[in-house]
């Protein structure tokens, strides 16, 4: 068991599965991450390295599987993406502090694991490049 987790906790589904996976290619990779949500059925993934476009993301393939999907492609490089068993909302591109990332490295979104489950918000798929930008970004809070 998890420290700090009650059996209540467990018993009451108030316990969220979260994984990150660098999945360097989706595409490379699409049939071992389906099988892995298969086995491990987390309720949100963050992936960072997806290296497809937008249009070449799977998306009704994780749909088909049980999983909303947001996310920021780009060719090649980078790519990040968050997926929920639950609807994704609030998706954001950007730190909202003004400057644009062209190198797709930051999504955040809402959402909720289950409905008895409380909100997570502003769930984050980044790679951040200094200390300062780790201290002054962490994304994951609770509602």
Do not use: C
């Amino acid at each position: 068991m998890v420290k700090g987790l009650t059996g209540a906790m467990l018993t009451a589904g108030l316990v969220i599965r979260i994984a990150t996976y660098n999945v360097n290619s989706i595409r490379a990779r699409e049939e071992r991450l389906l099988a892995w949500l298969d086995t491990a059925k987390p309720d949100v993934v963050l992936l960072q390295e997806l290296k497809v476009e937008d249009d070449k993301f799977p998306a009704l393939t994780l749909k088909a599987v049980g999983y909303e999907a947001a996310w920021l492609g780009q060719k090649t490089y980078n790519g990040v993406a968050i997926l929920s068993k639950q609807p994704i909302t609030e998706v954001k591109t950007s730190f909202d502090d003004g400057h644009e990332d062209p190198q797709a490295r930051f999504i955040s979104g809402t959402t909720y694991a289950k409905e008895s489950s409380p909100a997570i918000t502003r769930l984050s798929g980044s790679s951040f490049t200094t200390p300062e930008q780790i201290r002054s970004k962490s994304s994951f809070q609770r509602a």
